[in-house]
């Protein structure tokens, strides 16, 4: 896993991204994996591409997708005007799960809020993904909060 590179994801990327989202029970149930790309995947990508406080990062191994994830760099009041880095929509290629390669994705991503002056990542996930809970208490982060969403 050393010649693992993390970039910026490009347009080209998107069917690799899409297919790492839907590759899971979950989002075999909420993702659409057909080619082309569904259009909303399109619009969403540009509108990520262009705002400078949302980076979609993909790992790269041999010039392959094999990681992705979201990586929101929010402003607030709250916390003295601190930053905060949302890390979000975060896939491992089957093939390359138990690698290390998340906790390398992961340490990679917290450089990037460091950077950016962020005083914590956060990230939410669902109740139903048990071993990503594990994982991301093994990483140093806490399950302090409870969150809620609402389907629109």
Same mark, same amino acid.
Request: with cysteine; net charge neutral.
């Given at each position: 896993m050393a @010649?693992?590179?993390?970039?910026?994801?490009?347009? !080209?990327?998107?069917p690799a991204i899409i297919a790492?989202?839907? @590759? @899971? =029970?979950l989002g075999?149930?909420? $993702? @659409?994996?057909?080619? =082309? =790309?569904n259009p909303?995947?399109?619009e969403a990508f540009r509108a990520i591409d262009a705002? =400078?406080?949302?980076l979609q990062v993909v790992a790269t191994l041999d010039g392959e997708v094999i990681g992705t994830l979201q990586l929101t760099f929010i402003p607030g009041l709250a916390r003295k005007g601190a930053w905060r880095g949302q890390i979000e929509g975060v896939r491992?290629? !089957?093939?390359?799960?138990?690698?290390g390669l998340g906790q390398r994705m992961f340490e990679w991503?917290?450089?990037?809020?460091?950077?950016?002056?962020?005083?914590?990542v956060q990230l939410t996930t669902d109740k139903e993904r048990p071993d990503a809970h594990?994982?991301? $208490?093994r990483l140093g982060l806490v399950g302090s909060h409870i969150g809620y969403k609402l389907a629109l």
């Amino acid at each position: 896993m050393a @010649d693992v590179t993390f970039r910026s994801a490009q347009a !080209a990327d998107l069917p690799a991204i899409i297919a790492l989202l839907a @590759d @899971d =029970p979950l989002g075999q149930q909420r $993702e @659409d994996a057909g080619s =082309p =790309p569904n259009p909303r995947y399109v619009e969403a990508f540009r509108a990520i591409d262009a705002d =400078p406080n949302q980076l979609q990062v993909v790992a790269t191994l041999d010039g392959e997708v094999i990681g992705t994830l979201q990586l929101t760099f929010i402003p607030g009041l709250a916390r003295k005007g601190a930053w905060r880095g949302q890390i979000e929509g975060v896939r491992i290629a !089957a093939a390359h799960r138990g690698s290390g390669l998340g906790q390398r994705m992961f340490e990679w991503a917290i450089a990037q809020c460091r950077a950016r002056g962020c005083s914590l990542v956060q990230l939410t996930t669902d109740k139903e993904r048990p071993d990503a809970h594990r994982f991301y $208490e093994r990483l140093g982060l806490v399950g302090s909060h409870i969150g809620y969403k609402l389907a629109l």
